[in-house]
């Protein structure tokens, strides 16, 4: 499974979005247009995204544009597994 | 109809909100609640109160307490160490019944508790719900509320780094509005929900999720199997759900507390 579809997949099942879930896009915004993504909802996906793909996150790398939309997060994740 | 009372409990540090939700008639045993911690116990409140009221409605009788600087109880939640809520705990079980059955019942931090709520009561039965077993993983789960806070307009980050040095050095921390003493750090961090003990009852394990199961997610699955290796057998459902510990807008979800009121009214063979 592609990375970007696993990202929606901890995104749906984090923020629980239920149906919502399947009309997520890489250019879908997040940040700012999710209400669901409160500073607890950020942590949950963090470590939702920790948990599935096996890697820590530092606090260093984590910043408001790779939250910017389902692609920019998807990037993040890809870029981490290249490491 | 059953009924509510609350009152305060004196122990050497100050008193102790206490609320005892009483069935009709004899109580089939107790349920102890062990709440979540900080912002979890706050969205959690009222899911916890349906259950309770509904699992009086079923013949037991609930008791919940606010811990230590938390809720209605004494004290500020910044000098409170671990062994605080440790305590409090203990000594609500020590107000159950010993003739009638037990039910530890913990949501989510709540469960980090429970080994030393069993050493109390061995013979208790242990309902948890969508459990933290990790006190570390909490710990640094709670710290993200400041080092990643900024990204959802919740004041400047601080780091992890920093904010444990801070600890390590004696110095208390402010972290969502919650002032955290290093006591309150060391022992979360230390804390396991991991059986210490020769399991005597039941171990019902519920987590929320997209979909109901009976297969754990794979995290859980890790997490069940400590407790299968500790020779314990692990009753485990996951009922659908929103995680109302965590939603923004207060939810509820009922199908825990039927589904949960079906396992502990069970008669085994």
Known sequence: ?83 | MNSARAWFEPTPDGSRFMLAHDPVGEPRGTIVYAPPFAEEMNRSRRMAAMAARAFAQAGWRVLMPDLRGCGDSAGDHGDVVWIDWVEDLRRVIAQADPSRPLWLWALRGGALFVPAMLEQRPDAHVLLWHPVVDGQQQLQQFLRLKSAGSVAGAGESVDRKTLLAQLERGESIEVAGYTLAPGLALGMAAARCTPRLKQLGRAVWMDVGATSSVEPSPGTAMRLNAWREAGWRVEFEMVEGLPFWQTQEIAECEALITHSIHQINRELP
């Open chain 1, 1 to 83: 499974m592609i990375v970007q579809q696993q990202v929606i997949e901890v995104l749906g099942t984090v923020l629980n979005l239920g149906n919502r879930t399947a009309s997520l896009a890489a250019d879908t915004p997040l940040l700012g247009a999710l209400p669901e993504l409160d500073s607890m909802a950020v942590v949950s996906l963090l470590t939702g995204l920790e948990e599935r793909f096996g890697f820590a996150i530092d606090d260093d790398e984590v910043d408001g544009t790779m939250f910017a939309t389902v692609g920019t997060l998807a990037q993040f994740v890809e870029r981490k597994l290249t490491q």
